[in-house]
């Protein structure tokens, strides 16, 4: 499965961002999908999942209220809005789907990079004035 993260730019303080992760199989639709991003001399770190039906999602605590994930899978895509942007929310976002309909379950696991099966390139947010 190959994914394809998207959306990314330079926003000024406060705006908004959409990032799309897009896969090219009907299967993405049965994966465990999270975002990741990782700031300039920082570890790559959770962000926000979303089960394969899209009826649970994990969202870390510090972004919650201005982070929101979701998932068409019609379309094979996951999405995750963000609003009310700051500075220190500048990294390169990455998708990442995870096969196991249980491991996403465990919290750890979640956070877990090597947990993932797929990964995507990453899309550049850089929020500055």
């Known amino acids: 499965v190959q994914l394809q993260a998207s959306g990314g730019g330079l926003v000024q303080p406060g705006g908004s961002l959409r990032l799309s992760c897009s896969a090219s199989?009907?299967?993405?639709?049965?994966?465990?999908v999270a975002w990741f991003r990782q700031a300039p001399g920082k570890e790559r770190e959770f962000v926000s999942g979303?089960?394969?039906?899209?009826?649970?999602?994990f969202t870390q605590d510090s972004v919650k209220r201005r982070f929101t994930i979701s998932r068409d899978n019609a379309k094979n895509t996951v999405y995750l809005q963000i609003h009310r942007l700051e500075p220190e929310d500048t990294a390169i976002y990455y998708c990442?789907?995870?096969?196991?309909?249980?491991?996403?379950?465990?919290?750890?696991?979640?956070?877990?990079?090597?947990?993932?099966?797929?990964w995507g390139q990453g899309t550049q947010v850089t929020v500055s004035s």
């Open positions: 979303i089960s394969w039906s899209g009826g649970s999602t």
């Open positions: 990442a789907a995870m096969a196991s309909r249980q491991d996403y379950l465990s919290s750890l696991n979640r956070r877990s990079r090597n947990r993932y099966d797929y």
């Open positions: 199989e009907r299967t993405f639709s049965e994966y465990f």
